[in-house]
């Protein structure tokens, strides 16, 4: 595709609920970056995945996060019980290698009710 | 981690130039990138800048960069309605991949 592909564009889940956010990145983009960008907060780096590297996971926040990237490409992120204070948006990011400009997708909305 | 600040809020009259700042903290970044995000969108990469440049030119957008005080800045000239929007600064830091961002500059553009 044109761009980075985020699905779904809103999601609205009850707290405990468990939810899957998807990425598909720029074709032939090794790089792979989820960020989490709260109300009046800037981007919260979460985690990055290099090629068949093992990814850095140092940003996920708890052990109810995480995330895969299946074939070098779509990624999907999951959040198990989710916490009101989970509510965001999450953004994917992809580059051509680990130290080229990341391209964003549009996010994804989070609303934990 | 490291920190990146930026005012935020920066309000201009149409056809005026802008100038939004940015001061970072970690002095090995290779690359600065500035991003604009409009309301219910992703971040759209504007301009970067390698940290052995000092300015950056591309159309009406002037980067400057002074890495010794560690401050960059983003001139956007004869700001137009349409450039009203979230400016990011961000910097590569000691990873070299993962972007650390600042808080955003909200631009707002009057007629």
């Known amino acids: 595709g044109a761009g980075v592909s985020q699905s779904p564009s809103n999601k609205v889940t009850e707290k405990g609920k468990d939810v899957e956010l998807r990425c598909d990145p720029i074709s032939g983009h090794t790089a792979l970056y989820w960020y989490r960008q709260s109300l009046g907060q800037g981007l919260e780096f979460l985690i990055y995945?290099?090629?068949?590297?093992?990814?850095?996971k140092s940003g996920l926040p708890s052990d109810r996060f995480s995330a895969e990237r299946t074939g070098g490409s779509v990624s999907t992120l999951t959040i198990q019980r989710t916490q009101q204070e989970d509510s965001a948006v999450y953004l994917c990011?992809?580059?051509?290698?680990?130290?080229?400009?990341?391209?964003f997708g549009n996010g994804t909305r989070l609303t934990v009710t | 981690g490291e920190d990146v600040e930026q005012s935020l809020f920066l309000s201009v009259r149409e056809g005026d130039s802008s100038v939004i700042n940015c001061t970072y903290t970690?002095?090995?970044?290779?690359?600065l990138y500035w991003y604009k995000q409009e309301p219910g969108a992703g971040l759209q990469l504007l301009t970067y800048i390698f940290s052995n440049m000092d300015m950056k030119q591309d159309q009406r957008l002037t980067v400057l960069l002074n890495k010794k005080d560690k401050h960059l800045s983003l001139r956007i000239a004869d700001t137009q309605t349409g450039d009203s929007a979230i400016y990011f600064c961000?910097?590569?830091?000691?990873?070299?991949?993962?972007?650390?961002f600042g808080k955003g500059t909200s631009l707002l553009v009057t007629p």
């Open positions: 995945f290099q090629g068949n590297s093992a990814p850095d």
């Open positions: 961000a910097e590569s830091g000691d990873s070299g991949y993962a972007l650390n």
């Open positions: 970690d002095s090995s970044s290779t690359y």
């Open positions: 990011a992809s580059s051509l290698k680990g130290v080229s400009p990341l391209h």
